[in-house]
C-alpha cells in the first residue's frame, strides 16, 4: 500500500472514531469525509479525455471524452464536489494553456492531466512508421527523441506553471503513457520489430521527461507503463488499439486500457 493511500485510510479511521465519539450532530457534518471537499479539474489530451474508449459524451464533439476515461471513472468512484472535464483530443501543453484551465480556481484541489505526447509530433510518427518501413520509422522516432530531450521540458515547464498559477492549493496529478508494443509478441504481421523497439524506446524517453519536469514543479507523476505490461498491442490481452477504425482510434487505450491501466494509478496517486 502506498504511502499516501496509507496516511488516507489513517486519516479515515481517526475521523470515524471521533464521529463515534461525538455523536449523531457530527456525523451529519461530515457525511463524506474527503469526497465532498474535492474540486476536481481533468485536463490533457485524448489519452485523457478517452479517445479509444468509446462511449463518448455527445456534447464534447472533437474533443471526444468518454464517459469511460480515467477521469470520469474516478469522479464516479469518488463524487467530487465539482468536476470540470476538459481534456481533448489532439491536445498540445499550447491547446491546455489556451483553451483547458478555465475552471481552475484557488477552491480547485484536484487536477490531473496527461500532455506531451501530440507536442512531440506522436500521430506523425505512428503514420510514418505505419506507411514508410523501418528505416523512416526510425528516423521519425529519432526526430521525436531529440524533441522530446531538447524542447518537451521547457513546454511542459509552461503548462504546467500555468496550471500552478491558476490552481495554487490544488493537487496535481500527471499521467504518463504506455508503451506500445510488447517486443516477441503475437503480431505476425504490421510494422518490423526493430521499429516497434523504437517506438517504445521513445515512450520511455517520454515518461522519463515527463516524471522529472512533475517532480521539479512538485507534482505527482503516475507511470502507466507497468500497468499496461502485457497489455500492450502483440500481446494476448491488449489494452491498445492498432490500427482500427475509426482510424483516430489507432494507438489509444481500449475501455479496458482506462480501467485497468489509468485510472487504478490516478486512484492510487490521490
Known sequence: MKMRRMVKVAATAALALCVTALGPAAASAQDTPGAAATAYVALG????????AGSYDNDSGDCRRS????????????????????????????????TQLGPLSA?????????????????DTMQ?????????????????????TDTLPGRLDAVYDAIRAAAPNAEVVVLGYPRMYELGGSCVFGISEESRAAINSASDNLSEV????????GF?????????????????????HSVTLPVTDSYHPTAAGQ???YYPVMEDLV
Open 220 to 240: 505527482a507523476y503516475g507511470d502507466v507503463r507497468p500497468a499496461f505490461t502485457g497489455h500492450e498491442i502483440c500481446s494476448s490481452d491488449p489494452w491498445l
Open 107 to 123: 477552491s480547485t484541489t484536484l487536477v490531473s492531466i496527461s500532455i506531451g505526447g501530440n507536442d512531440a509530433g506522436f500521430a
Open 67 to 98: 464517459t469511460v476515461a480515467y477521469p470520469q471513472l474516478w469522479a464516479d468512484a469518488n463524487a467530487p464536489s465539482s468536476f470540470d472535464f476538459t481534456a481533448c483530443s489532439g491536445a498540445r501543453t499550447t491547446d491546455v494553456i489556451a
Open 45 to 52: 489530451d485524448s489519452y485523457s479525455s478517452g479517445v479509444g
Open 210 to 217: 515527463t516524471a522529472k519536469r512533475a517532480a521539479d514543479h
Open 128 to 148: 510514418t512508421c505505419v506507411l514508410s518501413g523501418t528505416s523512416a520509422c526510425l528516423s521519425a522516432v529519432a526526430t521525436a527523441n531529440q524533441y522530446i
Open 259 to 261: 480501467s485497468g491501466g
